[in-house]
């Protein structure tokens, strides 16, 4: 009798041990497509590598947004430029996180992307939207693009081991602005190569 109490005891606080190790991915708000109002788009290609061995982020260089109404115009004025004058069957990118503190669902998960020659195939590819030169994007769009990427580990659509890159480590581009690019080297994954 006392030895099963023991036993049950122990598994127990395994459990507690166990859970406070993998603690639960906290997940973003995602606007999706329908609800931001996408074009129609042919749709994307599968990535050749899925999950994702590789994250880039991107910014946008435009104004930033603080409310979900201008996010969400911007997002729908960005997929328009890549159909109509880049000639992409969609918007570049996987992802976009605005500073209303929201994910916007671009081409999603497990899609190749066009955001980042030679790694389309085999990364994420998310836009933090505005011109990250000079500033840090604010606390409410940190938060939600690290979220995002921990809850597309937690849901196997990028590596565990994943790299995270700045879109300048990809191809000649001053993007994701020098502040950005400073701040995501202090980032979890990021590498220099
Ligand atoms: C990451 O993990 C995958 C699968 O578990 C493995 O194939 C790959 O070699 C690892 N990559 C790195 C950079 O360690």
Redesign the pocket.
Known sequence: MIKSAVVIFLLVSCQVLLGAVHKTPVRPNIILRSEWGAARASSAQNLAKDPA?FVVIHHSDSDSCTTRAICQARVRNFQNYHINNKGWGDIGYNFLVGEDGNVYEGRGWGKQGAHSKSYNSKSIGICMIGNFNHHNPNAAAVKAVQDLIEYGVSLGKI???Y?LLGHRQTTQTSCPGDSLYQLIQTWPHWSSN
Request: hydrophobic letters at 0%; glycine letters at 0%; aromatic letters at 0%.
């Open positions: 061995p590596e565990e081991n790299t």
